[in-house]
């Protein structure tokens, strides 16, 4: 098993930054790739950005490519999401989430065993 806790949201202005941390435990070993993911009140969950084992390969949605950075460090067991000129759509708890058999990123949700419980990122106008 591996655990996932986020953490780095909060409140910020729109134009501002954030950056977010998930930090991974237990089998890390056994974890491939990861996504970070984003579910608004009464949306669906979307698909932001992942990255392979490697981190050489990475995944952006088009509506935060530019402004989205997803990196990670493997001695540390952590992937960020580095998170620039924040609009107020991109309020929403944001999730990361690893495959255990991907070693590639990929948008869909079902490729991603494990899951973290979230961390609210609020951006006002």
């Known amino acids: 098993q591996v655990q996932l806790v986020e953490s780095g949201g909060g409140l910020v202005q729109a134009g501002g930054s954030l950056r977010l941390s998930c930090q991974a435990s237990?089998?890390?070993?056994?974890?491939?790739?990861v996504g970070w993911f984003r579910q608004a009140p009464g949306k669906d969950r979307d698909f932001v950005a992942g990255?392979?084992?490697?981190?050489?390969?990475?995944l952006y949605a088009d509506s935060v490519k530019g402004r989205f950075t997803i990196s990670r460090d493997n001695a540390e067991n952590t992937v960020y999401l580095q998170m620039n000129s924040l609009k107020p759509e991109d309020t929403a708890v944001y999730s990361c989430?690893?495959?255990?058999?991907?070693?590639?990123?990929?948008?869909?949700?079902?490729?991603?065993?494990?899951w973290g419980q979230g961390t609210q990122v609020t951006v006002y106008p």
């Open positions: 990255i392979a084992w490697s981190g050489g390969t990475t």
């Open positions: 989430a690893a495959s255990r058999t991907y070693s590639t990123p990929a948008s869909r949700a079902v490729i991603y065993d494990y």
């Open positions: 237990g089998r890390t070993s056994s974890s491939r790739a």
